[in-house]
């Protein structure tokens, strides 16, 4: 630093300029490294602005973790054609490319239709956990066991992106052996209510090593989005619901194991 300090360290990029920025130009260059690197601004509580000022994410009470996405940006020299969130959460389980996901970007064949298109996501914060109501009806319908994440994500479709591919499931968060029937819902009014409004259900094109992967979606401009699925049990049995039953030696009352001491 011209003082005789030093640090050993990796950085993928250094900019440098030779007169002070203003809090918008700042804006456009975290904007350009956030989506490119995939790390959230200022915990979600930042807009991201594109570099011809409009802006590509604006903050959010409630969807503002993990946020993330794809993007052509030539003013910019940025071009994203697939992402994940790595920084904010280790639970983070969706991943979504341009076309199909590749080895690297670099490697991703996808194109964007036009510049200034962004495709960008975040999350309400809650668990990957499974809760069985807000369900749409359509899929109640047709499962005996229907269940949806209680994670809801939130989408932000600048400049009309198209085809996209969403996988969801991890290393750290795979799609559980024991669910089935395992479709996206899109509620297009972006409320992240399932139940009302107008709810898109697509089925994955293939589910596999604990990732479900949904080909040729489009995900509407403030859409909200999330997984549904049927969890199976033994004999369709997951606890006694009522009355008590001893099970490998231990009691269950209304499906609570009670052991006294």
Request: hydrophobic share 35%; proline share 4%; with cysteine.
């Amino acid at each position: 630093d011209g003082n005789g300090n030093w640090n050993s360290f990796q950085s993928p990029e250094l900019i440098v300029y030779n007169s002070a920025l203003s809090a918008t130009d700042i804006s456009k260059i975290n904007t350009y490294l956030s989506v490119k690197y995939s790390i959230p601004l200022d915990g979600g509580n930042s807009n991201y602005v594109s570099s011809n000022g409009t802006i590509i994410w604006p903050t959010h009470a409630t969807y503002k973790s993990d946020i993330f996405g794809i993007g052509r940006d030539d003013c910019s020299g940025l071009m994203q054609k697939q992402s994940t969130a790595w920084v904010e959460s280790a639970t983070n389980n969706l991943r979504i490319a341009l076309g199909s996901l590749a080895a690297d970007n670099l490697s991703n064949t996808g194109s964007f239709a036009a510049n200034n298109q962004f495709l960008m996501v975040g999350h309400n914060g809650l668990a990957l956990t499974a809760v069985n109501t807000g369900i749409p009806a359509a899929y109640t319908a047709v499962s005996c066991n229907a269940n949806r994440y209680l994670r809801t994500w939130k989408a932000v479709n600048t400049g009309s992106v198209t085809g996209v591919q969403l996988i969801f499931g991890s290393s750290t968060s795979p799609v559980p052996g024991n669910w089935s029937n395992i479709q996206l819902a899109i509620d297009a009014d972006g409320n992240g209510n399932f139940t009302d409004g107008t709810i898109t259900l697509l089925s994955p094109a293939t589910v596999n090593g604990g990732a479900a992967t949904f080909n040729n979606v489009t995900i509407p401009d403030g859409a909200t989005f999330t997984l549904l699925f049927t969890i199976g049990y033994p004999g369709g049995i997951n606890s006694p619901a009522t009355g008590t039953a001893t099970i490998g030696g231990v009691p269950y009352t209304n499906g609570v194991a009670y052991t006294l001491y």
